[in-house]
């Protein structure tokens, strides 16, 4: 009973001391207010300018924007910790996934609200009212309107391939184009070489391809855990396409193909390639793989087995 008493005690003395405390400060910025205004209208009376003033003045507000710019860097310091402390937190698989699941929770009870659906499948928040969709016209086909078939050449030098296809952005198959190539004169290149490089090359263990596009779910662009997972012989009828964007696994990967014969040195290599790979996937239905177009045209090669393609314009 008796601490209960003091516990009390204790708290009405606090309670009794804080409020002395707020009241000594509001009398003393009351007190200083007066002073001010005072000295304000002592000013007036003498007949200073109001440059004069605020030169007068001019430490004292020096003085309280210092104070100002303080607690402001304090808060600004006390945010970006924050902010730094929850993005490592969200860099973790398991919080990171909490954090998607809990913001896929808040958008779907947002719904009822504010229908964001719309804005979900939109490449482009802001409207460009100036944009408009590209339509083809009689000039763009002019490349291919004569074309009755796609010519098959062998030991075809540069010159000839820029003034009779590139030049007239006509396709062509060279027969030959891979003959010097290591991996077309040996029987041991399989899934396991491609598969092999990423998941022993420490760095393309991290890598992120641009686009991952495959049949198995996958639930995320890791595209080490999905090789892991079509290493296991259980795993079949797949199909996988993805496209290296991080410099690294393009060079890494072009130990499997090197520069044409019949392209010249200055035609620099692209920034980027696809890997295409299928296990006993049999269709019907083609699969769209949205390559870039450049300037210096677009080279597909088939290292192993067959494929069907299908080449039509972007627009």
Known sequence: ???????????????VQQQQKDMEYQEKLK???EELMSF??????AGFSEAEMDMIVAPLVATLRKSLMKKLAKVFG??????????CAAQLGSISMHLAALGRLFMIKLLPFWDWTSMFYESCLVSNPFYGEYTLTEEDCVSCEALEHVDRLGGVAYEQLLDGYLNRDAPLIVVDA????????TDDFWFDNITQLY????????????ILT?????GSSDLHAFLKRIHSPKVDKWFVHW???????????????????????SVSPAHFNWVLMSSDYNTKVYKKVSILCLSNGIKLTRLLLACATRIFPRW
């Open 243 to 265: 496209q290296n964007c991080d410099i690294y696994a393009v060079k890494a990967l072009r130990k499997f193909y090197q520069r044409p014969y019949f392209l010249s040195s």
């Open 178 to 185: 891979m003959e010097s190539w290591p991996v077309m004169n």
């Open 40 to 45: 304000y209208q002592y000013c007036q009376q």
């Open 199 to 210: 998941l022993q090359d420490e760095k393309l263990m991290d890598t992120v391809p641009c």
């Open 78 to 87: 006390a945010v970006l910790t924050v902010v730094a402390f929850c993005y």
């Open 1 to 15: 009973m008796r601490s209960t008493v003091m516990s009390t005690n204790r708290g009405n003395q606090k309670k």
């Open 31 to 33: 007190l200083l207010d």
């Open 214 to 218: 495959t049949n198995l779910r996958t």
